[in-house]
């Protein structure tokens, strides 16, 4: 930041100008924090009323590419205006938009069936639509006025510092105002910070040139306006990081590491390489650029390669290729950037890219892939865009004759075929168990001499992501009823000699014993051994033979087989393709065995349970994670009420807490201070037999109560190699509440 505005107030030296340097930096810099501050918050507000889809992220960044989309496109046809009239209309904008604070979510709540796909979109452009457009438009419009301001100085660096602001706004959300204010304390400060850009923008319309922009100036007349191929190419150079951030979004949470809010970090990514890409220093940004051909060859086809017992490095991998990719493909559009008068038709084709790059990753693939393939497509793309020049010159001179580089492509071609087909076959035993590392090392070498030419570079990196998961998952695809994508994440399932199991992402949810005879048996979380176990086995001492049962998250519907006769369950089930994988994929059998008649109850589990009838459950289990994504809203104090009110006196509450990365039991206990529960804590200890350890998994369940009675029946005489304890709140966590909730404190890594 401090470099940025001291460029800019260099460029502004002579008199009164080294001020001006530093107000339209810190105009810019204000305008785009508080744009990236809103984007979390509003979607933090909206988890209550939408539930907690792990999608909802992708969903509202797609909604905030289009309305930054709309503001570049209202920034754009201001251009035409002279830069005294530009700031009127906009600081007109700006106090009509006003008229929308304090920022929060419009008073409207979705039906049962309503569809996150729809309603997210809805939601949030109603809620922040004109604020969002009115901020958004700042950063190309105050650009132009430094020009004017300036008499024609470079107005691009100051996109640095616009870059900074986003970055700086959306990494103190999680960090700052999300742990320490309340939604409503959030949206004040929000207020705030608009009120203090709006003055700013009254203060940089003050010392515009009363004439406007002089367009006799050099920097404005010795080019000729882009031609389209020049801002088709802007377009496609912004499309794909755009895509990739998401798309590598979606692959950390679903198939490396699914930590909540682990979002951030791509896109805080994503803004900093603008700041590189587009600042007035340029060696890291060269030398990345340099680089980047060497980065795709070298971790490019590992991006996509399963390593379940490294997710960090995994995840390192991910976000260093991210941002390579990023700045070079910037700093592409940085180098063939127009002259100042064309800035606002460049920021407009770059806003349309993020938009379709956006479109791409989180609406387009999830209908047309049943895994996460935009990634490795994406990937591609980048190494077909980024620049490249040979790495040494007698190699230049072997492509330099064009009939020869034909030959050259299509034998690069044939040998990385041939490679891969041996490393994948593994005709020799030498080769097992060192197959892909070593067809994968012999193509990147291969490769590496094609740098410089684009179509056999890409050819060769098509060869090393195949051998790196890409051919197991193209033939996991091409098995009928194994993968099923939906809005909500990926599921996979698998077949082990005598077990199948489903996957959300990284994270089993449940696993049947094939062997004829066992297929009723009781697995992974839910064995007889687990808490949740334990309770309904002795459910029927406590409500009787006729106990109304709930569990939101179906999963592979092991927990129907506990049904007995005259018992009533429901399953409460956000995702219609979980249904088809549990009752009519034919992979699972737990619900047509144990209880086909069990209600199923499609919707956010919290909302259905607010629109059901108070003590009309006996019994209810919490276990709807998505792999080991929390969906927060379902932890909140208010969450524990809406329980509470459904539950009967003696009713039993089940919540599953096991996680890898998140210690969620303050969050419970805190939320049975406050909600006046009895809880006690179970560990399961049965799993860790090697006997068991294939079909039974280790897990942590909480049981919540508000009958003494009631808690000692179940908790009594717990089974060899399980054990309860009592569940006592953690001194200084406050739990969560719809107002204010963190994870920060439960990450294990920091505990």
Not at 172 to 189: N, T
Not at 311 to 335: C, D, G, K
Not at 356 to 374: N, R
Request: aromatic share 10%.
């Amino acid at each position: 930041m401090a470099t940025a505005i001291g460029a800019l107030e260099a460029e502004a030296s002579g008199e009164g100008r080294r001020d001006r340097g530093g107000l339209f930096v810190a105009t810019i810099f204000v305008g785009s924090f508080l744009l990236f501050l809103v984007q979390p918050m509003i979607a933090r507000m909206a988890l209550p009323r939408l539930g907690g889809a792990p999608a909802v992220w992708n969903s509202a960044m797609l909604v905030y590419q289009a309305l930054l989309l709309g503001g570049y496109a209202w920034a754009h046809a201001l251009a035409r205006l002279n830069v005294r009239i530009q700031s009127q209309v906009q600081l007109i904008l700006l106090a009509a938009a006003a008229l929308l604070l304090p920022i929060g979510l419009i008073a409207r709540t979705p039906s049962a069936d309503a569809s996150p796909v729809f309603w997210v979109p809805w939601l949030l452009l109603l809620s922040i639509g004109p604020l969002f457009l009115a901020v958004a438009a700042q950063a190309p419009l105050i650009q132009r006025w430094y020009a004017a301001a300036t008499g024609g100085r470079d107005p691009y660096p100051l996109y640095a510092a616009s870059n900074l602001g986003s970055f700086t706004g959306l990494l103190s959300y999680p960090l700052l105002v999300e742990p320490r204010l309340s939604l409503a304390e959030q949206s004040s400060l929000w207020t705030g910070g608009y009120v203090v850009l709006v003055v700013l923008t009254l203060a940089c319309a003050a010392v515009l040139p009363r004439a406007g922009l002089d367009t006799s100036d050099a920097g404005y007349t010795a080019e000729t306006p882009p031609a389209l191929k020049r801002r088709l190419w802007w377009i496609v150079l912004a499309a794909v990081p755009s895509g990739l951030m998401l798309s590598t979004t979606t692959y950390l949470t679903t198939d490396i590491v699914a930590v909540p809010m682990l979002w951030v970090i791509p896109l805080g990514l994503y803004l900093l390489s603008f700041t590189l890409a587009f600042g007035e220093r340029r060696g890291v940004a060269i030398s990345i650029c340099q680089l980047s051909p060497l980065i795709l060859l070298a971790i490019g086809g590992l991006a996509i390669y399963p390593m379940p017992r490294q997710p960090w490095f995994n995840a390192t991998i991910e976000l260093l290729l991210l941002f390579a990719v990023a700045v070079a493909l910037h700093s592409q559009m940085y180098r063939t950037r127009p002259a100042p008068v064309y800035l606002t038709g460049f920021y407009l084709c770059m806003a349309i890219g993020g938009a379709l790059g956006g479109v791409f990753s989180a609406l387009i693939a999830p209908l047309v892939f049943d895994w996460t393939y935009e990634h490795p497509l994406l990937i591609l793309a980048a190494a077909a865009l980024v620049p490249q020049s040979f790495m040494f010159d007698r190699v230049a001179r072997l492509w330099e004759d064009r009939a020869r580089a034909r030959y050259l492509t299509v034998a690069t071609a044939v040998l990385t075929a041939v490679i891969a087909v041996i490393a994948i076959q593994q005709p020799w035993p030498w080769l097992w168990g060192r197959a892909t590392w070593i067809g994968a090392g012999a193509i990147a070498l291969l490769t590496f001499f094609c740098i410089g030419r684009r179509l056999p570079f890409v050819i060769g990196l098509i060869g090393i992501l195949l051998l790196f998961g890409g051919w197991d998952s193209i033939q996991l695809s091409m098995t009928p009823n194994a993968r099923m994508r939906s809005y909500f994440g990926i599921y996979t399932i698998r077949d082990d000699h005598d077990i199948r199991t489903l996957a959300h992402g990284t994270t089993a949810h449940g696993l049947q014993i094939l062997t004829p005879g066992r297929e009723r048996e009781l697995t992974s979380y839910y064995s007889p051994f687990s808490g949740v176990g334990q309770a309904l086995l002795r459910l029927p001492g406590i409500a009787g033979p006729n106990a109304r049962i709930g569990a939101v998250g179906l999963g592979t519907g092991t927990l129907s087989c506990y049904t007995r006769p005259g018992q009533d369950w429901r399953f409460y089930e956000i995702d219609p393709v979980v249904v088809r994988i549990a009752r009519q994929s034919g992979k699972f059998t737990y619900l047509a065995r144990c209880n086909p008649g069990a209600r199923i109850i499609l919707g956010d589990a919290r909302l259905s349970l607010e629109r059901t009838p108070p003590a009309s459950l006996d019994f209810l289990a919490l276990d709807a994670f998505s792999s080991d994504a929390v969906p927060m809203h379902l932890l909140t104090r208010e969450a524990f009420a809406a329980y509470g009110r459904v539950l009967t006196r003696k009713g039993l509450l089940l919540v599953h807490i096991s996680n890898r990365f998140l210690a969620l039991g303050p969050v419970v206990a805190a939320a049975a201070r406050d909600g006046g529960w009895l809880a006690a804590e179970y560990y399961d200890l049965i799993a860790r037999d090697s006997k068991s350890a294939r079909y039974i998994n280790s897990s942590n369940w909480i049981l919540m109560t508000r009958d003494a009675e009631s808690l000692r029946s179940v908790i009594a005489d717990p089974p060899p190699g399980g054990e309860w304890q009592p569940l006592a709140a953690e001194p200084g966590f406050a739990g969560w509440t719809d107002d204010h909730a963190t994870i920060l404190p439960l990450v294990k890594a920091f505990r």
